[in-house]
């Protein structure tokens, strides 16, 4: 399995700013992706992010306003741009990653990052 | 776009087992079912997964249809932690999850 932290829980900003969220991961992962899930809604992919290339984001998504960093096998930011109300939701770190000794890869979930946008 | 179809809601009496369907009438041969459950402020945890035969775990079982178009979960004897947000899911190994809206469980004493 893998253990996946994200910083910070939980921010509330004011709108125009921007916000940074951190995902480390306790192991070595190629692909690691960011959700977002609206209040009351279901998750939606926003990008993919491969260590050494540039991230792959999804219809909807564009890296002027979702910024992605990926520097290393173990850790990925996202950051939220010039943000406004609509922007308010949690944002998900996940990964792909072996599950225990069956072979198959299996998509884990951080915590979450809870944003509220005034 | 999500690939299935399931009921908004359903409620299940604790100790009793939980049958969550799941329609998937487009699904593709190299297409696994997932499921995940999302328990309230958490992140979704992976439940089960199969590709045509029935599946079963310490968490749950997975029982697919012949034909592969529809699935039904089970949770043999629900219990008031059972109470979440379950996404069957299909697709290829190793690309992202895409979520649908999710069937919504609630567990009653």
């Known amino acids: 399995s893998a253990v996946i932290s994200q910083k910070p829980s939980r921010d509330i900003c004011q709108r125009g700013t921007s916000l940074t969220i951190q995902c480390q991961v306790d192991s070595q992962v190629t692909m690691m992706f960011w959700y977002r899930q609206q209040p009351g809604q279901s998750l939606t992919l926003i990008a993919t992010?491969?260590?050494?290339?540039?991230?792959?984001?999804e219809s909807g998504f564009v890296i002027d306003k979702f910024p992605i960093s990926r520097p290393n096998l173990t850790f990925s930011t996202l950051t939220v741009s010039n943000m406004s109300p609509e922007d308010s939701s949690i944002y998900l770190c996940s990964v792909l990653k072996r599950r225990g000794t069956s072979g198959v890869n299996e998509q884990f979930f951080g915590p979450g990052t809870r944003l509220t946008v005034l | 776009d999500a690939k299935t179809t399931q009921p908004p809601s359903m409620d299940c009496a604790e100790g009793r087992a939980a049958n969550l369907p799941c329609n998937h009438s487009?699904?593709?041969?190299?297409?696994?079912v997932y499921w995940y459950r999302q328990i309230h402020s958490q992140g979704p945890q992976y439940i089960i997964h199969?590709?045509?035969n029935n599946e079963t775990n310490e968490m749950a079982s997975l029982i697919i249809t012949e034909d592969r178009k529809s699935s039904t979960l089970i949770l043999p004897h629900a219990t008031l932690r059972d109470t979440a947000v379950y996404y069957c899911i299909v697709r290829v190994r190793d690309t992202p999850l895409v979520f649908g809206k999710g069937t919504r469980l609630s567990v009653i004493a």
């Open positions: 199969g590709l045509k």
């Open positions: 992010a491969n260590q050494g290339s540039e991230a792959t984001y």
């Open positions: 487009t699904i593709s041969g190299n297409e696994y």
